[in-house]
């Protein structure tokens, strides 16, 4: 059976990581939060793109259902998790069907290929924001 879960890690951030924890870490954790919603976002347009271009909306229940949550686990920031999950509603949870098919009906997925198609700009919409978000946090010397 498919997973509906889709893994991203970036790894070898060490800079990043460096000039973060010269920051206090409600700054540190924003700036993090705040670039993976950005790079969530751009996933969360094309999944809801997608559902209209394959004529999978009806009532537009699935496409309202569409949405991000943001976690960071871990106490501290060395060595935190930033969990990022786009996913659908409660309400909408026929969209597994749609996204993974069923044993009567042929899968057209909407959501992976949000992901697979946009994940050289979601890592620059990541990067973007997080070098952004370091210069204006500097604090003068």
């Known amino acids: 059976m498919p997973s509906d879960r889709i893994t991203m890690e970036v790894r070898g951030l060490k800079e990043l990581e460096r000039e973060l924890s010269k920051l206090p870490n409600k700054i540190a954790k924003g700036i993090m939060r705040r670039a993976m919603n950005r790079g ?6 094309a999944a809801k793109r997608n559902l209209v271009r394959n ?11 569409v949405k991000k949550a943001t976690k ?4 501290g920031l060395r060595g935190a998790t930033v969990d990022v999950r786009v996913g659908l509603l409660s309400q909408a949870f026929y969209g597994r069907f749609l996204e993974f098919g069923t044993k009567h009906q042929a899968a057209k997925p909407f959501m992976g290929p949000a992901l697979d198609s946009n994940r050289a700009i979601v890592l620059l919409k990541i990067s973007e924001s997080i070098r952004k978000d370091l210069a204006k946090a500097k604090i003068p010397k």
């Open 72 to 75: 960071i686990r871990a106490h």
């Open 55 to 65: 004529q999978n909306v009806e009532s537009g229940q699935l496409i309202r259902s």
């Open 40 to 45: 969530a976002d751009v996933v969360v347009r």
